[in-house]
Antibody, heavy 123, light 107 residues
Framework: EVQLVESGGGLVQPGRSLRLSCAAS????????MHWVRQAPGKGLEWVSG????????GYADSVKGRFTISRDNAKNSLYLQMNSLRAEDTALYYC????????????????WGQGTLVTVSS | DIQMTQSPSSLSASVGDRVTITCRAS??????LNWYQQKPGKAPKLLIY???SLQSGVPSRFSGSGSGTDFTLTISSLQPEDFATYYC?????????FGPGTKVDIK
């Protein structure tokens, strides 16, 4: 059974940093690209960042580019999101999602999602 | 970035109704369109990928169609467990933008 378990969320002041983790199991982690998708309270889904199977291809939403860094450790079956210079508008539930493909290419879809970890940015 | 729109933004329907949700892309995305269902307090769930392919385990009352810029998700006979919010997502390019969602609730 595929499982994605996010952790690392919490309350943080504006301008500070936070690192999210996603522990994956039930599939061959290094065969697939992975993504972070967020959802602000009461709002829709926003793709944040994605990383290919070997970390060779990485993408970011314009809203987080230069502030967030995605990474993965295939030996630990784990995905990470380092979030710096956090803003109030980064407040959201952050989901880890498994891609259907190895690379960040067209035709992908997110076939498994974690339950999310809540990040609240407030003073 | 490719912009996605959905209509309606919400609808009320009864059990057994046929429901159709529309998604439109700001430019052609071929058939690179996915549909997700999200229930309150839960993670999104993949229903349809590549515009019309049913994800494994998803009931056959769900179907998708379209190509280019216009797509539809159809629920042939609405069931109580289908009351949820539905999102389309384009996977033609990165970022994989989502539509704003369509909330389906009970009439």
């Amino acid at each position: 059974e595929v499982q994605l378990v996010e952790s690392g969320g919490g309350l943080v002041q504006p301008g500070r940093s936070l690192r999210l983790s996603c522990a994956a199991s039930g599939f061959t982690f290094d065969d697939y690209a992975m993504h972070w998708v967020r959802q602000a309270p009461g709002k829709g889904l926003e793709w944040v960042s994605g990383i290919s199977w070997n970390s060779g291809s990485i993408g970011y939403a314009d809203s987080v580019k230069g502030r967030f860094t995605i990474s993965r450790d295939n030996a630990k079956n784990s995905l990470y999101l380092q979030m710096n210079s956090l803003r109030a508008e980064d407040t959201a539930l952050y989901y880890c999602a498994k891609d259907s493909k190895q690379w960040l290419v067209w035709g992908y879809y997110f076939d498994y999602w974690g339950q999310g970890t809540l990040v609240t940015v407030s003073s | 970035d490719i912009q996605m729109t959905q209509s309606p933004s919400s609808l009320s329907a009864s059990v057994g109704d046929r429901v159709t949700i529309t998604c439109r892309a700001s430019q052609s995305i071929s058939s690179y369109l996915n549909w997700y269902q999200q229930k309150p307090g839960k993670a999104p769930k993949l229903l349809i990928y590549a515009a019309s392919s049913l994800q494994s385990g998803v009931p056959s009352r769900f179907s998708g169609s379209g190509s280019g810029t216009d797509f539809t998700l159809t629920i042939s006979s609405l069931q109580p467990e289908d009351f949820a919010t539905y999102y389309c997502q384009q996977s033609y390019s990165t970022p994989g933008t989502f539509g704003p969602g369509t909330k389906v609730d009970i009439k």
